[in-house]
């Protein structure tokens, strides 16, 4: 696609003018429906102005429908898909592969992009992606350098890159936590978060360690940038939609300035980068390999460390904390750290400066030898939420006698991705022959470049007549005309091709079948259940020619690096009466008899409509799924269903080595043992599994 691209969020509307401030090439946004960020304002009526703005300045916008959807939601996501279309949204970022289906079914033009909820992180995932008429996929954090080279290689695909933001500890898509525990789930754009409480490790009833255990750190991939690019990956993306319009600015303007200098580092970047939001010091995630990504003391905004508390006096009142530091406005906020624990954050509020030292009023408690960091720089934040990039317009007036007023105007626009010319001529009133006073250079131009509340400013003028009276009325006017006239130019509806009668052709039929079917997962070679998922604890070490039943299916990891495939197909070639459980869409590939996996969250029959072949042996609906809504899946289709549950489910898929967070050790000292359990501070507890290809995963599931 060219040039790399920077993608930065947008949660509202001030968010997107950051962005597009700071130069981002795209921005991405939800809807009021449909999207992951639930809690974020989100655009609804505004989503046609969002749209025009954006586009005025060059940068595309793509539209999140990154959520799983019920079959009783589907024409609500169809007028969604349609109003965003004509509103001229650039591409759709989508998880469900029912959407999928029914996007490029009913709305051929639309440009579909895989979210990262949609788990792509393999070439045969990405092949499988691309023949479903995907053009972008979003790839999984956890994809390593290695897997996007081959992902390259083998699609015409556009690869997108989380850059910088939050890091979910879990495997994205998978993730169940939030819905096991609160009835939220992250799949619905609800989550609320369950990684960044507080846990302890148990193991045999004894406390082995304790803290935010499920924390991850932010990712910061600034200084790889190069080696992304030249892996393959085309978007750049930053994390924040539920962060504030001045982060998005910031971050945005410093990627920027990277890329734009080569991708040249310094440290004034990382300053700018840890300012803006820093949560446990930054990771460059998984490219480093089974890397460190959790903080267990501090799980949220950590700052930049500006100085240290030399004293701390308590009143009856308040309490004063003196810091040694070289600036500290009013308004800013301030985290208070001691050996590496959190004491305290306050908003610098009463700030009063004593030769090198700040003095603050508080009513926090905060240890003398504190270190003190800076959550949040009031001054910038003011300066940012100002910043306002105009975009340059050339205006020629003629004036002459007994013909309209004409304003001929070039508005420069679009230099976020390539410079364009819009030309556009507005009339005005006839023009009279001057008795007095004639229209002149400067009094023209005066009222023409009256822009101040516009995103334009006056950069060249030309003025021809010959002697004519105009008003400042009807130059006002003709401003504002040409103003009007731009606006509606950017707001023009697109002609959307909808083909309805895809939804009507959809044959719902009512089938009765066996509901009591069974199914297991491990490595029992003597399960009675119909059918048999082979689970081995070790798969290099398991003896699969040990298998006798009749329907037994080969566990497909939803996260599958190449070196696991490798192993993976090796089984499959050795063992021909093996299916595969599909739980990532590269496992369809296998061309096997298949089982649809849980953690392809089917939810509706559009998705099962995607993903069906003729190799289906049985299909495993999301857990998250309603019973009333199983029961419409299930007699649609002619093919055994099951509903998985949460009761005993993988609640979340860990691939960063949770042992190395408890113990600091190596993977050649690897202390995992079973019966690990991780306990929430309301007794709640959670056995800590693992299994093995060459890869370690790692799993949380309810006790």
Same mark, same amino acid.
């Given at each position: 696609?060219g040039?790399?691209?920077?993608l930065?969020p947008a949660?509202?509307?001030d968010?997107l003018k950051?962005?597009?401030m700071?130069?981002?090439?795209a921005?991405?946004?939800g809807a009021k429906?449909?999207?992951?960020?639930a809690?974020?304002?989100?655009f609804?009526a505004?989503l046609?102005?969002?749209?025009a703005?954006a586009h005025?300045?060059?940068?595309?916008?793509y539209?999140?429908?990154?959520t799983?959807v019920e079959n009783?939601?589907i024409?609500e996501?169809?007028e969604?898909?349609n109003n965003?279309l004509?509103?001229?949204?650039?591409?759709?970022i989508?998880?469900d592969?029912?959407?999928?289906n029914i996007?490029k079914?009913?709305?051929?033009?639309a440009v579909i992009?895989a979210?990262t909820?949609m788990?792509?992180n393999?070439?045969?995932?990405a092949?499988?992606a691309?023949?479903?008429?995907i053009?972008?996929?979003v790839l999984?954090?956890?994809?390593s350098?290695?897997?996007i080279?081959?992902?390259?290689?083998?699609?015409?695909?556009e690869i997108?890159?989380?850059?910088?933001?939050?890091?979910?500890?879990c495997?994205?898509?998978?993730?169940?936590m939030s819905s096991?525990l609160?009835s939220?789930?992250?799949n619905?754009?609800e989550?609320?978060?369950p990684?960044?409480l507080f846990?302890?490790a148990i193991?045999?009833?004894k406390e082995?360690?304790k803290?935010?255990?499920?924390?991850?750190k932010d990712l910061n991939m600034?200084k790889r940038?190069?080696?992304?690019?030249?892996a393959?990956?085309?978007?750049?993306?930053?994390?924040g939609?539920l962060?504030?319009?001045?982060?998005?600015?910031?971050t945005t303007k410093t990627?920027r300035?990277?890329?734009?200098n080569?991708f040249?580092?310094?440290?004034?970047d990382?300053?700018t980068?840890k300012?803006?939001?820093?949560?446990g010091?930054f990771t460059e995630?998984?490219l480093?390999g089974?890397a460190?990504?959790?903080?267990?003391?501090?799980?949220n905004?950590?700052?930049?460390?500006?100085?240290?508390?030399v004293?701390?006096?308590?009143?009856?009142k308040?309490?004063?904390?003196t810091i040694?530091?070289?600036?500290?406005?009013?308004g800013?906020?301030l985290k208070?750290?001691?050996d590496g624990?959190?004491?305290a954050s306050?908003s610098a509020i009463?700030?009063k400066?004593?030769?090198?030292l700040?003095e603050?009023?508080?009513?926090?408690?905060i240890p003398?030898d504190?270190?003190?960091?800076l959550?949040?720089d009031?001054?910038q934040?003011?300066?940012?939420l100002?910043?306002?990039?105009k975009?340059?317009l050339?205006?020629?007036?003629?004036?002459?006698?007994?013909?309209p007023?004409?304003l001929k105007?070039?508005?420069?626009?679009?230099?976020n991705?390539s410079n364009?010319?819009?030309?556009?001529?507005v009339?005005g009133?006839i023009?009279s022959?001057?008795?007095k006073i004639?229209?002149?250079y400067i009094?023209? /131009?005066?009222? #023409? @470049?009256k822009?101040n =509340?516009?995103?334009?400013?006056?950069? +060249?003028f030309?003025?021809e007549?010959d %002697?004519v009276?105009?008003?400042?009325k009807?130059?006002?006017?003709i401003r504002?005309?040409?103003?009007?006239k731009?606006?509606?130019?950017?707001l023009?509806e697109n002609n959307v091709?909808?083909n309805?009668?895809y939804?009507?052709?959809?044959?719902f039929?009512?089938?009765?079948?066996?509901?009591?079917i069974?199914i297991?997962i491990?490595?029992?070679?003597?399960?009675k259940?119909d059918?048999?998922?082979?689970k081995?604890k070790?798969?290099?070490k398991f003896d699969?020619?040990?298998i006798?039943?009749?329907?037994?299916f080969?566990y497909?990891?939803s996260?599958?690096p190449?070196?696991d495939f490798?192993?993976? /197909?090796?089984i #499959? @070639?050795?063992s021909? =009466?093996l299916?595969v459980?599909?739980? +990532?869409?590269?496992?369809?590939?296998? %061309?096997?008899?298949?089982?649809?996996?849980?953690k392809?969250?089917?939810?509706?029959?559009?998705s099962i409509k995607?993903l069906?072949?003729?190799?289906?042996?049985?299909i495993?609906?999301s857990p998250?799924?309603t019973?009333?809504?199983?029961?419409?899946?299930n007699?649609?289709?002619n093919i055994?269903?099951i509903k998985?549950?949460?009761?005993n489910?993988?609640?979340?898929?860990?691939?960063?080595?949770p042992?190395?967070t408890?113990?600091?050790?190596?993977?050649?000292?690897c202390k995992?043992?079973?019966?690990?359990?991780?306990q929430?501070?309301?007794?709640?507890e959670?056995?800590?599994?693992?299994y093995?290809?060459?890869t370690c995963y790692f799993?949380l599931?309810?006790i």
């Amino acid at each position: 696609m060219g040039k790399t691209e920077l993608l930065s969020p947008a949660g509202n509307f001030d968010s997107l003018k950051m962005a597009v401030m700071a130069g981002a090439n795209a921005v991405y946004f939800g809807a009021k429906n449909f999207n992951a960020r639930a809690k974020a304002e989100n655009f609804g009526a505004n989503l046609k102005d969002a749209v025009a703005f954006a586009h005025m300045y060059g940068t595309k916008v793509y539209l999140t429908l990154n959520t799983l959807v019920e079959n009783n939601e589907i024409f609500e996501l169809v007028e969604t898909v349609n109003n965003a279309l004509k509103a001229n949204v650039d591409a759709f970022i989508v998880q469900d592969f029912g959407v999928v289906n029914i996007i490029k079914n009913c709305f051929p033009q639309a440009v579909i992009h895989a979210s990262t909820q949609m788990a792509v992180n393999n070439y045969l995932g990405a092949i499988k992606a691309q023949q479903m008429g995907i053009k972008r996929v979003v790839l999984s954090r956890e994809t390593s350098l290695e897997d996007i080279k081959l992902i390259k290689q083998n699609t015409n695909l556009e690869i997108e890159y989380f850059i910088q933001g939050a890091l979910c500890v879990c495997f994205s898509g998978n993730c169940y936590m939030s819905s096991y525990l609160f009835s939220k789930s992250g799949n619905r754009g609800e989550c609320l978060q369950p990684c960044r409480l507080f846990y302890k490790a148990i193991l045999k009833g004894k406390e082995i360690g304790k803290g935010y255990l499920l924390s991850a750190k932010d990712l910061n991939m600034s200084k790889r940038l190069k080696d992304l690019m030249t892996a393959g990956v085309d978007s750049f993306k930053i994390e924040g939609r539920l962060r504030r319009p001045a982060y998005v600015f910031e971050t945005t303007k410093t990627y920027r300035k990277i890329i734009d200098n080569n991708f040249s580092v310094c440290e004034n970047d990382q300053i700018t980068l840890k300012k803006a939001f820093n949560r446990g010091d930054f990771t460059e995630g998984y490219l480093n390999g089974n890397a460190n990504i959790i903080d267990e003391k501090i799980q949220n905004n950590k700052g930049y460390k500006i100085g240290k508390v030399v004293a701390f006096n308590t009143g009856k009142k308040f309490n004063i904390v003196t810091i040694k530091t070289k600036i500290i406005n009013k308004g800013d906020g301030l985290k208070f750290i001691k050996d590496g624990i959190e004491k305290a954050s306050i908003s610098a509020i009463d700030v009063k400066q004593k030769n090198n030292l700040f003095e603050i009023t508080t009513t926090s408690i905060i240890p003398k030898d504190s270190d003190v960091y800076l959550i949040l720089d009031s001054k910038q934040e003011e300066t940012d939420l100002k910043f306002i990039r105009k975009l340059p317009l050339d205006i020629k007036l003629i004036a002459m006698a007994n013909k309209p007023l004409l304003l001929k105007a070039k508005l420069n626009y679009g230099f976020n991705s390539s410079n364009q010319i819009l030309s556009i001529e507005v009339e005005g009133d006839i023009c009279s022959n001057a008795t007095k006073i004639p229209l002149d250079y400067i009094s023209a /131009k005066q009222s #023409l @470049e009256k822009l101040n =509340n516009t995103n334009f400013f006056l950069n +060249n003028f030309e003025l021809e007549t010959d %002697n004519v009276f105009v008003t400042k009325k009807q130059l006002n006017e003709i401003r504002r005309n040409l103003l009007e006239k731009i606006n509606q130019y950017f707001l023009k509806e697109n002609n959307v091709i909808f083909n309805e009668n895809y939804l009507k052709e959809i044959n719902f039929k009512n089938y009765l079948k066996n509901n009591n079917i069974t199914i297991e997962i491990g490595e029992n070679l003597n399960s009675k259940a119909d059918f048999f998922v082979v689970k081995p604890k070790d798969f290099t070490k398991f003896d699969f020619k040990k298998i006798s039943h009749k329907n037994a299916f080969l566990y497909i990891p939803s996260f599958l690096p190449n070196k696991d495939f490798l192993i993976i /197909k090796n089984i #499959l @070639e050795n063992s021909p =009466n093996l299916g595969v459980y599909a739980q +990532n869409i590269g496992a369809l590939n296998f %061309n096997r008899k298949t089982i649809l996996g849980a953690k392809l969250n089917i939810k509706n029959i559009f998705s099962i409509k995607e993903l069906i072949n003729e190799n289906v042996d049985l299909i495993e609906t999301s857990p998250e799924l309603t019973e009333e809504n199983f029961n419409i899946l299930n007699n649609a289709y002619n093919i055994p269903m099951i509903k998985s549950n949460l009761n005993n489910f993988e609640l979340m898929t860990l691939l960063h080595c949770p042992i190395k967070t408890l113990y600091k050790n190596t993977c050649s000292n690897c202390k995992f043992c079973e019966n690990i359990h991780l306990q929430m501070q309301n007794g709640k507890e959670f056995a800590l599994n693992r299994y093995k290809i060459l890869t370690c995963y790692f799993t949380l599931q309810s006790i």
